[in-house]
Every structure is written in C-alpha cells, then in structure tokens.
C-alpha cells in the first residue's frame, strides 16, 4: 500500500513545484485561475488525441519500414516523426484554444504560462501512466528527474514562440505570427525527439548486449556508453536552458497589449453660437394694444 503512495506522488509533485514555481514568476499580473482551469480541462481531451496520433503514427511507420522499436533508425524516426510532433502539436493546441482571444493574454511572460501548464497537465497524467503501470520505483525517479522537467523545458520555449507570434498579431504582422506558430510547435517537437530516441535506445542496445559476444559485445557496450553520456548531457542542457530562460523572461516581463480596451474620452460638445436678437424697425414698432406709433 505504501508503493502506490509513493509512486504516486513522485509522478505528480514535480509538476506541481513547476507549476507554482511559474506562478511565483509571474509577477507583472497573474493569469486567473479560470483560464488556467480551462487549459487544465482543455488539455485532456488532447492527450487522448495525442495517444491515437502516436498509435496511428507507429502501425503506419512499421507497415511503410518493416521495423519495430528494437531497430534504432525506426526509433529516431518514430520519435522524430511521429512522437515529438503529436505531443507538442496537441500541447500547443491546449494553450492556445482558451488563450489566443483573451484579453488576459496581454504580457510577455503570459504565453509562458499558457503553455507550461499545458505541458505540465500533459507530463502529469502521462506520468502516472507510466508510473502506475510499471510499479517501479527507479520508474518514478528517473521520469521525476528527467522527463516532468523536460515537457516544462519544452512547454517555455513554446511559450516563448506564442508570444512573439501574439505580438506580430497585435502589429498586423501575418506572416510573423505563422513563423512564430510554427517554431513554437516545431523546436520543442526537435529537442522532444531527439530527448525520446536517446531514451528509447537504451532498450534495444541493451537486450542485444546480453546476447552478443567478442568485439560485437564491446561495441554494444560503447554504444550504451554513448546513449548515457549524451542522455547526460540532454538532462543537464535542459536544467541549464529551463532556468536561464524562464528566470530572464520574466524578468523581462512587459504588457504587450492591454486587458481591455481603453475608455474613450468624451468628445467637448461646441455650444452653438447664439442668435442675434432680431433689430426692429420703425415699421414694425407696435404699442402694447397692436396699434402702429408711427
């Protein structure tokens, strides 16, 4: 009983200290907690998208390749191809649905918000997928370490992308804003495949090593070597690009349209110019009974 506890919260207070961690930067003026519910909410639908993409993804590769995971090139092709673009498209796609048209969406470090808690909702309940299903506790270690800290990575650069393509549209700038969408999908999607081939490999590199020998044996071994350092190297670059990246944009948080429209100020009425009094003639001089004077 005490496992599943355990597991339990390994695989879901990361993203909670990430996600409170992001809060507590936005300083200049916090998102409401209703847009926030409605990404929450927004998302789950596209996880669920985002697993019948991948499943489709793979049958398809392997009918048009003849390979399955325990060949390395399909599994770079996988993830390049298919993995890394389905999650990241259907994350961007959780932030932007609630967000892009409201009137919240008005500073800088507010597309970082956006789609961190995307990526966040999304690496939470992946997680506990994982976790739940394996039942191992070195499971829930590594992913805690590695792979919640690496969808929020993902999720800041994408925030990033969102509000630079929010502030071309705020300058009638359509094809800025098409550029920016694209690089906020298409840069968390590259660093997502190549994060999930290294992380893949080690499986097919490891059950061929148990069964090779000699030279073969040791080349194995230098391949598994490889995946580890560069596995290393990933996580380290993630750490290193997360906080330098999160931690300068909001402190260079700034509006980039206001909340709501400014009140227009009332327009000075003109009093019209008064009539000159009308001039009377000698003709038209009367006595108060009606009778001419003259």
Not at 34 to 59: N, V
Not at 62 to 70: A, I, K, L, P, Y
Not at 197 to 212: K, N, R
Request: charged content about 15%; aromatic content about 12%; some cysteine.
């Amino acid at each position: 009983m005490v496992l599943p506890i355990i597991l339990f919260v390994l695989a879901v207070v990361p993203g909670i200290i990430l996600f409170v961690m992001t809060r507590k930067l936005d300083k200049k003026e916090k998102e409401s907690k209703k847009i926030i519910i409605k990404i929450m909410l927004m998302e789950i639908p596209f996880i669920i998208a985002a697993i019948i993409a991948e499943l489709a993804g793979e049958a398809i590769l392997q009918g048009v390749t003849g390979e399955d995971r325990s060949n390395i090139l399909f599994i770079a092709a996988l993830c390049f191809l298919v993995v890394g673009p389905a999650e990241e498209i259907f994350k961007f796609l959780g932030a932007k649905v609630p967000t892009w048209k409201s009137p919240e969406f008005n500073c800088k470090f507010d597309g970082i918000v956006y789609c961190t808690t995307s990526a966040l909702t999304f690496a939470v309940l992946e997680n506990l997928g994982y976790v739940l299903g394996s039942q191992s506790l070195g499971t829930a270690i590594m992913r805690a370490l590695c792979c919640i800290p690496g969808h929020f990575m993902y999720g800041v650069v994408m925030g990033v992308f969102y509000t630079r393509a929010r502030v071309c549209m705020n300058n009638g700038d359509k094809k800025g804003k098409r550029k920016n969408f694209f690089l906020a999908i298409f840069i968390p999607a590259l660093v997502h495949g190549l994060y999930d081939t290294i992380a893949f490999s080690f499986v097919p590199l490891a059950e061929e090593y148990d069964y090779a020998s000699g030279d073969y044996q040791i080349g194995l071994l230098l391949g598994l070597l490889l995946c580890l350092g560069l596995f290393v190297l990933v996580i380290v670059g993630t750490y290193i690009c997360l906080f330098v990246v999160i931690f300068k944009q909001a402190k260079t948080d700034k509006y980039i349209a206001p909340r709501y429209p400014l009140p227009q100020q009332p327009v000075a009425v003109q009093p019209a110019p008064a009539q000159p009094a009308p001039v009377q003639t000698a003709a038209s001089q009367t006595d108060p009974n009606g009778n001419n004077n003259w």
